[in-house]
């Protein structure tokens, strides 16, 4: 069975820009979620969608957001972006809960 | 404000000794634990879980103890090897698929 996949791979932006990361999850998995890592933050809760439904919600500020299509691919696009936005942004699918996340490799997010 | 926590940003072991690696949580309501492995330019690997229902939980040399009392998950690698040098994280969720991770720890294992 393939991984999760997570495209691009990696991405530089200048301040102000926006950006859409696309991330396909395993077959059969219909939840999504977003996580942003920094160095010395560890793993960022952004959201999760489950069924095209965004179910869960970090403490991102509101130019973070993201959707999820009927084949649960999902996106998640951030507006006006910020240097401090510089960051791996990771996409993790599983089953219904309670149950183990599967990551992708991650987007490298870069902001100039 | 942190709900998991790692508290030791690095470790250091020889190989063929125990590594362990703790994390603490502040939520009692939290039901479901995971452990994670990174290396980097990679997305996490997962490791072996444990429910609240248990307090260990074993899978070939790895083995996550819960201690529900104290709040503290530990991981532990038997014997090490150096290919288990790599970042890992803890992850706890309450009945749904919003995780919380820790900070991570640095794990090192010299042959």
């Known amino acids: 069975k393939a991984g999760v996949t997570q495209t691009p791979r990696y991405l530089i932006k200048t301040r102000g820009q926006q950006v859409t990361l696309s991330c396909s999850p395993i077959?059969?998995?219909?939840?999504v979620s977003w996580y942003q890592q920094t160095p010395g933050q560890g793993l960022q809760f952004l959201f999760e969608?489950?069924?095209?439904?965004?179910?869960n919600k970090g403490n991102f500020p509101g130019r973070f957001s993201g959707r999820q299509f009927s084949n649960s691919r999902s996106e998640m696009n951030v507006s006006t972006l910020e240097l401090g936005d510089s960051a791996l942004y990771l996409c993790a699918s599983s089953l219904p809960p309670p149950d183990t996340q599967y990551f992708g490799p991650g987007t490298r997010l870069t902001v100039l | 404000d942190q709900q998991v926590k790692q508290n030791s940003p690095s470790l250091s072991v020889q190989e063929g000794r125990i590594s362990i690696l703790n994390c603490d949580y502040t939520n009692s309501m939290f039901d479901y634990f995971l452990w994670y492995k990174k290396y980097p330019a990679e997305g996490p690997t997962f490791l072996i879980s444990i429910s609240s229902i248990k307090d260990k939980n074993e899978d070939g040399r790895f083995t996550v103890f819960l201690n529900k009392s104290a709040k503290h998950l530990s991981l532990h690698i038997v014997p090490s090897q150096p290919g288990d040098s790599a970042v890992y994280f803890c992850a706890a969720s309450e009945a749904s698929n919003q995780f919380y991770f820790g900070t991570g720890t640095s794990l090192t294992v010299i042959p």
């Open positions: 969608y489950f069924s095209e439904t965004q179910r």
């Open positions: 077959s059969g998995h219909r939840s």
